[in-house]
């Protein structure tokens, strides 16, 4: 596939703080359809990574500019735009119903559409070559289960199995903030695509689990962050959608 002249760019990543020291960081030059959120939440004693975009450029040295602490980084999903970089970390997570494909060097983790329709408006250099991108794989340093808590020092965040989008997909839930962490579970897409869970009804029941937790802000997979008041709303369009 041709590369159309698009220009090769410098600083390939963007980031937005957030209160409580929240971060995101996002690959600017992808449509954000196709390139997922990557969080930084710092803690005092080891910061938690939640999701690691696809890999295309390593995101350690922009998270080391936010923060000094051990970095844990934990894919919501085994989708290419979440476990992509996982490999650039020492310590990676995920449910054990995803590091199989996570692991598996023969798996795309579902890239072969990203190479198919996303939408690029710079490159990072130029030898990448647009439809070739393949994600590379990693083993999972850590595997983790519903109930789970990261020990952050100051802070503590939950690990949610909320399969549905894929067998061990996660969301990630801080009390202290009412922060939700979505991951692929839980975005408000403006484009309102069609986007088939693997199991609806796996994915229906998750979501009316997370109608029962005090949310404030939903920290999505792709596009901005919204309020827990919205999530009901979000939650009615989805239920009985793909049925």
Same mark, same amino acid.
């Given at each position: 596939? !041709?590369?159309?002249?698009?220009?090769?760019?410098?600083?390939?990543?963007?980031?937005?703080?957030?209160?409580?020291?929240?971060?995101?960081?996002?690959?600017?030059?992808?449509?954000?359809?196709?390139?997922?959120?990557?969080?930084?939440?710092?803690?005092?004693?080891?910061?938690?990574?939640?999701?690691?975009?696809?890999?295309?450029? !390593?995101?350690?040295?922009?998270?080391?500019?936010?923060?000094?602490?051990?970095?844990?980084? /934990?894919?919501s999903?085994?989708?290419?735009?979440?476990?992509?970089?996982? &490999?650039?970390?020492?310590?990676?997570?995920? &449910?054990?119903?995803?590091?199989?494909?996570?692991?598996?060097?023969?798996?795309?983790?579902? /890239?072969?559409?990203?190479?198919q329709? /996303?939408?690029?408006?710079?490159?990072?250099?130029?030898?990448?070559?647009?439809?070739?991108?393949?994600?590379?794989?990693?083993?999972?340093?850590?595997?983790?289960?519903?109930?789970?808590?990261?020990?952050?020092?100051?802070? !503590?965040?939950?690990?949610? &199995?909320? =399969?549905?989008?894929?067998?061990?997909?996660?969301?990630?839930?801080?009390?202290?903030?009412?922060?939700?962490?979505?991951?692929?579970?839980?975005?408000?897409? =403006?484009?309102?695509?069609?986007?088939? =869970?693997?199991?609806?009804?796996?994915y229906?029941?998750?979501?009316?689990?997370?109608?029962?937790?005090?949310?404030s802000?939903?920290?999505?997979? &792709?596009?901005?962050?919204?309020?827990?008041?919205?999530?009901?709303?979000?939650?009615?369009s989805?239920?009985?959608?793909?049925?």
């Amino acid at each position: 596939m !041709s590369n159309f002249n698009l220009p090769i760019v410098n600083e390939w990543y963007d980031t937005k703080s957030y209160p409580d020291n929240v971060t995101r960081i996002s690959e600017k030059y992808i449509d954000p359809y196709w390139s997922g959120n990557i969080w930084v939440i710092k803690g005092s004693e080891a910061s938690l990574i939640v999701d690691t975009g696809t890999g295309i450029v !390593s995101p350690i040295p922009i998270i080391e500019s936010i923060t000094n602490t051990p970095l844990i980084a /934990a894919a919501s999903c085994h989708y290419y735009d979440h476990a992509g970089g996982l &490999h650039y970390f020492d310590r990676r997570c995920s &449910h054990p119903l995803d590091a199989a494909v996570i692991s598996d060097s023969t798996n795309d983790m579902g /890239a072969g559409n990203f190479n198919q329709f /996303a939408v690029f408006s710079g490159l990072p250099n130029k030898e990448f070559k647009l439809g070739a991108y393949h994600p590379i794989s990693a083993i999972p340093t850590d595997l983790l289960s519903d109930g789970f808590i990261f020990d952050l020092g100051n802070r !503590s965040i939950e690990v949610l &199995h909320i =399969p549905g989008r894929t067998p061990g997909s996660l969301v990630f839930w801080e009390e202290k903030t009412g922060y939700l962490f979505g991951g692929e579970t839980l975005f408000v897409d =403006p484009y309102l695509n069609d986007f088939p =869970p693997k199991d609806v009804q796996l994915y229906e029941d998750g979501l009316k689990r997370l109608c029962q937790y005090p949310v404030s802000t939903i920290f999505g997979g &792709h596009f901005e962050p919204f309020s827990g008041k919205e999530l009901i709303d979000l939650v009615g369009s989805e239920v009985g959608r793909y049925h």
